[in-house]
Nanobody, 120 residues
Framework: QVELRESGGGLVVAGGSLRLSCATSGSIASINTMGWYRQGPGGQRDMVAEFTRDGRVNYAGSVKGRFTISRDNLKRWMHLQMNMLQPEDTAVYYC??????????????WGQGTQVTVSS
């Protein structure tokens, strides 16, 4: 059973910073993509930052230059450094992984989410 667990959310004043972390546990043959998504109140879940299958990084336009995604070499930890946070960044942040199991099937897993609230 593969599990993703986020940590690091909280309340911050506009202009502040937070660092989110995502820990992956369980047996994975290989990882295709890893990324961070967020869902604001009443909104849909949107990609914030991700590592593509070939290791490139994509950012949503609204966070480019403010957020930085990183991960360790084993792809077991993933982080999202969020700087210059704004009230519109308020959302539940989820980590996501699309991976290949040892039987060759592709799976997708989500973390439970961590709340980020930015006050003005």
């Amino acid at each position: 059973q593969v599990e993703l667990r986020e940590s690091g959310g909280g309340l911050v004043v506009a202009g502040g910073s937070l660092r989110l972390s995502c820990a992956t546990s369980g047996s994975i043959a290989s990882i295709n993509t890893m990324g961070w998504y967020r869902q604001g109140p009443g909104g849909q879940r949107d990609m914030v930052a991700e590592f593509t299958r070939d290791g490139r990084v994509n950012y949503a336009g609204s966070v480019k230059g403010r957020f930085t995604i990183s991960r360790d070499n084993l792809k077991r930890w993933m982080h999202l450094q969020m700087n210059m946070l704004q009230p519109e960044d308020t959302a539940v942040y989820y980590c996501n992984s699309k991976f290949i199991g040892f039987r060759g099937d592709e799976y997708e897993q989500w973390g439970q989410g961590t709340q980020v609230t930015v006050s003005s």
